[in-house]
């Protein structure tokens, strides 16, 4: 079986690294942001977000305004190798912004948030419609 010489699986590499530098996100953000789960309970609505590798509380920021649920962050990857010595890289690192449509008006101010192993979650009380928007203060594990 003949075989590619080296060279060109080293230029298929780098080709590859340049794509992933020009689209800088995995596939599984193709959407624009993290993947979120969104349920309703009789007096709440819950969020739950898939954002591993949060270093700190100061990554991640959550709004909520006119029935919108905003969470906007950044995943640092600073203890990783370089470009030049990396075989593959999949896991996503980089800024992500995600704004999803409630299914019912909620009181922001009352809202909480935990982020423990790699998954946010987000529980806001159901409220009448009209409030104003709020920043949400994370519990983060």
Request: hydrophobic fraction near 35%.
């Amino acid at each position: 079986m003949s075989r590619l010489p080296d060279l060109a699986f080293d230029k298929i590499n780098h080709l590859r690294q340049e794509m992933d530098r020009f689209f800088n996100y995995p596939f599984y953000l193709d959407f624009g942001g993290p993947r979120v789960d969104i349920y309703e309970t009789g007096n709440e609505v819950v969020a739950s977000c898939e954002i591993p590798g949060l270093e700190s509380k100061d990554d991640l920021s959550i709004n909520i305004y006119e029935n919108i649920l905003e969470i906007k962050g950044a995943v640092r990857r600073s203890r990783e190798f370089d470009d030049e010595h990396t075989f593959r890289r999949e896991r996503f690192s980089g800024s992500f912004r995600r704004s999803i449509a409630l299914p019912a008006p909620v009181v922001a101010d009352n809202s909480k948030a935990v982020y423990k192993n790699g998954i946010l979650e987000i529980t806001m009380p159901k409220a009448s419609p009209g409030k104003k928007g709020s920043n949400i203060n994370i519990d983060f594990h």
